[in-house]
């Protein structure tokens, strides 16, 4: 597994939709990049608002772009660590990397055997805090497709 | 209404005719509004087809035209002249490549196809809604009346 083909991309995107839409019980955008975060595919589900299909896109890019889940990224947002001497901020991250930046939890690098970065999903549209439902959870069933 | 059942279904079908005609491209799929519903890159694709695609498809969807067709806004003598000038919106394109699905009467989406010469492109958007919609024009028959003529009386 070398590289993000399309049919490996639409494996991904069925398990994470059907996980969505059977499990969580809620509708989302999904989409899959490759290792230099172009888009390969992405899907809206029946009922996802309009803008979660951007909001997909650049999660996915964030995870790619610095090879981690963007979940881990959000931490340097957390205001609650302003002011502090040596604070786990970076807000100035917002804005940066044209716009494309997101760090809102929901993008999950992928990796080959090699632990290479080939590629990466993002999810957008289900809402967090709803016990082990969130837009991680969907993006990991999306990644655990790829191991069946 | 554009759901993503049709969506995909539009994708597949211009991904087999695009690997008859032994083509790669981007193909993208938007609602009625011109909101992005699907999207796939074909292997192979360059990079920036997955956004003209998408621009594409939005000018269709936005104008309920053939994205070929908005580039007569650029007409002096056409009453929408300016379009071109204003830059008012990043996804207008004029690159044919951009068809609008009807249902009856009814405009349910738009698919826009990008990464082989504009006229392949074209061929391939209206393959795909030969096949599944049963259109035989690209465009509505009320809209086949013939235009009037601009700037002379």
Known sequence: MKELTLELALKMLEAAERWARDIAGFQCSIAVVDKSGAVIAVHRMDGAGMATTDIAIEKAWTAVAFKMPTLMGSRWLDPRNIGKLIGDHAMGMIGRGKGRLCFIPGGIPVADEENEVIGAIGCSGVPSGVGDISDTTVSQAGITALYE | ?153
Not at chain 2, 14 to 39: P, Q, T
């Open chain 2, 1 to 153: 209404m554009m759901n993503l059942e049709i969506a995909k279904k539009v994708l597949q079908t211009g991904i087999e005719k695009a690997k008859e005609m032994g083509r790669v491209c981007s193909f993208a799929v938007v609602d009625e509004n011109g909101w992005l519903v699907a999207l796939h890159r074909m292997d192979g694709a360059p990079t920036p087809t997955v956004d003209i695609a998408r621009d594409k498809a939005w000018t269709a969807a936005a104008f309920r035209k053939s994205s070929s067709e908005v580039s007569r806004y650029g007409d002096p003598r056409a009453p929408g002249f300016g379009l071109n000038a204003q830059n008012w919106n990043e996804r207008l394109t004029t690159i044919p490549g951009g068809l609008p699905i009807w249902d009856g009467t009814r405009l349910i989406g738009a698919i826009g196809i990008s990464g082989e010469t504009p006229k392949e492109d074209v061929i391939i958007c209206q393959n795909i809604l030969k096949d599944i919609f049963r259109e035989e024009r690209d465009l509505h028959p009320e809209r086949r009346k013939p235009r009037k003529k601009y700037g002379r009386r």
